[in-house]
């Protein structure tokens, strides 16, 4: 069973291809925001005969919320949020931190929120979820639309807690960030294949939000 990866913006989609270049993972770019990334998830599966019981992954670029993350840290999530409250645990979140850490990465587990709006900073968009380490604009809606197959989240910190998307540094942090996604594309074929290698039986439990290794 071959992992399909799901990409919103092209320039993850091409950091992601890099990554992941020699193996059978399919990289789908989906578009920004969530109506176009469901729809566009719905089409592709509409129009593709690809193995149901194949694992998915949502990996792109993120805002940190959590005080400690900086730019180029990895954030794998346990749980991914709406803005109601809806919530979606991610059980084997545990395992793919773990294939992240093997890469010498700085990575961070927890959940992650998915607003339907862009706001200036990641802190602003998480007014009222204390909980979460970062947020995003696709995940929940991409996870939702892979129905019952094993799925995870990976996301790299693009801009930190406080910090305006618009702020100058943010090209040279985004630049950071899809390098990083780079490198770590690796740890979701090894997800996969483990997972494939168990499909009825979560790898891990979800882990509380907590520093790994250091980037090398």
């Not at 602003?124 to 799925?151: F, I, K, P, T, Y």
């Amino acid at each position: 069973m071959s992992l399909v990866v799901l990409a919103p913006l092209r320039l993850e989609a091409w950091a992601l291809r890099r990554g992941l270049r020699g193996s059978s993972t399919e990289v789908v770019r989906t578009g920004m925001g969530p109506a176009r990334s469901a729809d566009a998830l719905a089409r592709w599966l509409g129009a593709t005969r690809s193995d149901p019981a194949a694992p998915m992954a949502v990996a792109g670029v993120c805002g940190g919320v959590d005080p400690g993350l900086r730019p180029g840290d990895v954030v794998v999530a346990t749980a991914v949020r709406h803005e109601d409250g809806e919530e979606r645990d991610l059980p084997e979140a545990a395992a793919l931190a773990e294939a992240v850490r093997a890469l010498r990465l700085r990575c961070v587990t927890g959940t992650i929120l998915s607003v339907e709006r862009l706001e200036r900073a990641a802190r602003r968009a998480a007014e009222g979820h204390d909980d979460v380490v970062a947020v995003d604009m696709e995940s929940a809606w991409l996870v939702e639309g892979a129905g019952e197959r094993s799925v995870a989240v990976l996301r790299v910190v693009a801009d930190p807690r406080g910090r305006s998307v618009y702020h100058p540094r943010t090209l040279i942090d985004g630049t950071r960030a899809l390098s990083v996604l780079r490198r770590a594309a690796p740890a979701l074929a090894s997800w996969a294949a483990a997972s494939a290698h168990s499909p009825n039986t979560p790898l891990s439990a979800p882990q509380d939000v907590a520093e790994c290794v250091r980037s090398a």
